[in-house]
């Protein structure tokens, strides 16, 4: 992997693994956890790394959050939501997943501040944590 982070003190790192995961798609290649968690480890002030992720009955959905947990990442989990969404033009019903952790990782992110950390590093693509980020930057972290 390219490019160096910057970061003082001790530092947590959150992943949320569907937004990565998605990303797979303009980088033309998986992402691989392994070596993510490998790049992250690299760096000594890296304290913990968070990884997001649902849990759902496909079979490669809990395999992924043993390999996660294998790896060594500290994984949250709770079951994936199905959404049922009728689209009337086509008169169709679409089933879509949702799993959204945005309270465990800002619960996470102030019990990390509580706990002395210095630095946040966030894997995700949500516009919806700017409020945490523009908190961080006020705290100067």
């Not at 849990?55 to 395999?63: E, M, Y």
């Not at 043993?66 to 060594?72: D, E, L, M, V, Y």
Request: aromatic content about 14%; some cysteine; glycine content about 8%.
């Amino acid at each position: 992997m390219t490019g160096a982070l910057k970061l003082r003190g001790n530092c947590a790192a959150y992943l949320d693994w569907a937004n990565i995961y998605g990303w797979s798609k303009s980088l033309r290649r998986d992402v691989d956890p392994e070596r993510l968690f490998t790049y992250l480890k690299s760096y000594p002030q890296i304290k913990g790394s968070n990884l997001y992720f649902g849990t759902d009955k496909h079979p490669k959905s809990k395999a992924f959050i043993r390999q996660a947990k294998n790896i060594g990442f500290q994984v949250t989990t709770k079951p994936v939501k199905y959404i049922t969404v009728f689209d009337e033009t086509a008169k169709k019903k679409f089933k879509f997943r949702k799993c959204d952790f945005d309270m465990e990782t800002c619960i996470d992110v102030h019990r990390d501040l509580g706990g002395g950390v210095e630095s946040f590093v966030f894997f995700t693509g949500d516009g919806d944590f700017e409020p945490l980020y523009k908190l961080l930057i006020n705290k100067q972290k």
